[in-house]
């Protein structure tokens, strides 16, 4: 069956840095656009960026600039690459395949002095 394993999330001062990764098994994970979405408290969950099996990138305007995402099609693994954080940007990251529907545990970036 599909897993999604994100890793990577914490605690950072604004302005700091995380990278997130998230592992997947169970798909042709090169076939698959990959998705990194989050859910802030109170707020309905929101894309945050997308890759294509291609490697063409899609991102939230709140992010532009500031997050990467990459992946690694050897290792079956999608990266998020996030600068500059805000404290706007506290919430809890999901990895996903958005064609499956399926999400995976998420992970708790906090961003807070």
């Known amino acids: 069956q599909v897993q999604l394993v994100e890793s990577g999330g914490g605690l950072v001062q604004p302005g700091g840095s995380l990278k997130l990764s998230c592992a997947a098994s169970?798909?042709?994970?090169?076939?698959?656009?990959m998705g990194w979405y989050r859910q802030a408290p109170g707020k309905q969950r929101e894309l945050v960026a997308l890759i294509t099996s291609g490697g063409s990138t899609t991102y939230v305007k709140s992010v532009k600039g500031r997050f990467t995402i990459s992946r690694d099609n050897a290792k079956d693994t999608v990266y998020l690459q996030m600068n500059s954080l805000k404290p706007e940007d506290t919430a809890v990251y999901y990895c996903?395949?958005?064609?499956?529907?399926?999400w995976g545990q998420g992970t708790q970036v906090t961003v807070s002095s």
């Open positions: 996903a395949v958005p064609s499956l529907r399926f």
């Open positions: 169970g798909i042709i994970f090169s076939n698959y656009t």
